[in-house]
C-alpha cells in the first residue's frame, strides 16, 4: 500500500483499539501486513493486540512471534508474547495462576486476564454438559470468565433512576439497564461476540414471540436487540 494508506490504515487500526472495535483493527492491520513484503512493525503489535482482545490466542501468537523475529529489540513483543502464551496455556490445558487471580478479586473492582476453558466436557444441543472421558476427582472441568462487568466505580457520577422492563413487566434499579447497555455495546462491536450472547436468549419470548435478532446483520454487523 502507499505510503499514506498505510499511515491511515495503521492510525485508524489504533483508534479502533482504543474504542473497543477489535475486529475493525484487526482487518486494518492486517491490510498493511499484506500489502507489504517486508514486516512492519506497528501492524504486527496492533493486529496481534486485536486478535488478542478477541481471545483469538492462537491467531495473536503468530503475530507477535513475527513481531519478535522482524524487530527483536521490542521490549513490548517479549511481554506480548509472554502474555499470549500464559492465555493458551490457560485455554489449552487449564493451568491458571489461582493465587494471582485471588490477589485480583479482591480488589475492588477486579479486572481479571484470562482465557476461557473447557476440559474434558461438550455442550449437547439440549445445552447440557457431559463427559467426555472419565473425570478425575478435584479435576477442572469449566472455566468462563465474565462476558461484560459492571462496579460501582463504573456508576460513579450516573444519576439514580428506576427503570421499567415492559417486557417482564417489573420495576427495577438503573444498574440492570447499564449492564445490558455495556453487552449491547460490545456485540454492536465485534460481531463475531454474537455467537456467545445469542444462545442465552434461546425459548425467550418477547410479546410472544420468540425472537432470533441476534443472528441478522445489517451492513455486515449484527442487529443487537438485548
Known amino acids: 500500500a502507499p505510503p499514506l494508506e498505510t499511515s491511515i490504515l495503521l492510525n485508524r487500526s489504533q483508534a479502533f483499539i482504543v474504542l473497543g472495535y477489535f475486529e475493525n483493527a484487526a482487518a486494518d492491520a492486517q491490510r498493511v501486513i499484506d500489502s507489504s513484503e517486508t514486516p512492519n512493525e506497528k501492524a504486527l503489535i496492533r493486529c496481534g493486540r486485536a486478535l488478542y482482545a478477541l481471545d483469538r490466542f492462537e491467531d495473536a501468537l503468530a503475530k507477535f512471534e513475527k513481531l519478535a523475529e522482524a524487530f527483536p529489540h521490542n521490549r513490548e513483543a517479549k511481554t506480548l508474547l509472554s502474555r499470549c502464551k500464559l492465555r493458551l496455556e490457560e485455554q489449552r490445558w487449564g493451568k491458571y495462576d489461582w493465587a494471582e487471580i485471588i490477589r485480583e478479586a479482591r ?83 465485534n460481531a463475531s461476540t454474537s455467537k456467545v450472547v445469542s444462545p442465552l436468549a434461546k425459548g425467550i419470548k418477547v410479546h410472544g414471540e420468540e425472537s432470533d435478532v441476534l443472528h441478522a446483520t445489517v451492513d455486515g454487523g449484527p442487529i443487537v436487540d438485548v
Not at 123 to 141: C, H, P, R, S, Y
Not at 154 to 164: M, S
Open 107 to 189: 480488589k475492588g473492582a477486579p479486572r481479571i486476564a484470562v482465557a476461557d476453558y473447557m476440559g474434558p466436557i461438550e455442550q449437547t444441543n439440549d445445552d447440557l454438559f457431559v463427559a467426555k472421558q472419565a473425570i478425575k476427582a478435584g479435576e477442572l472441568l469449566l472455566c468462563c470468565k465474565a462476558f461484560a462487568t459492571l462496579y460501582h466505580e463504573d456508576l460513579r457520577g450516573e444519576r439514580a433512576a428506576l427503570v421499567y422492563d415492559a417486557t417482564r413487566r417489573v420495576l427495577g434499579q438503573a444498574e440492570g439497564w447499564k449492564m445490558t447497555q455495556a453487552v449491547a455495546a460490545t456485540v454492536s462491536k
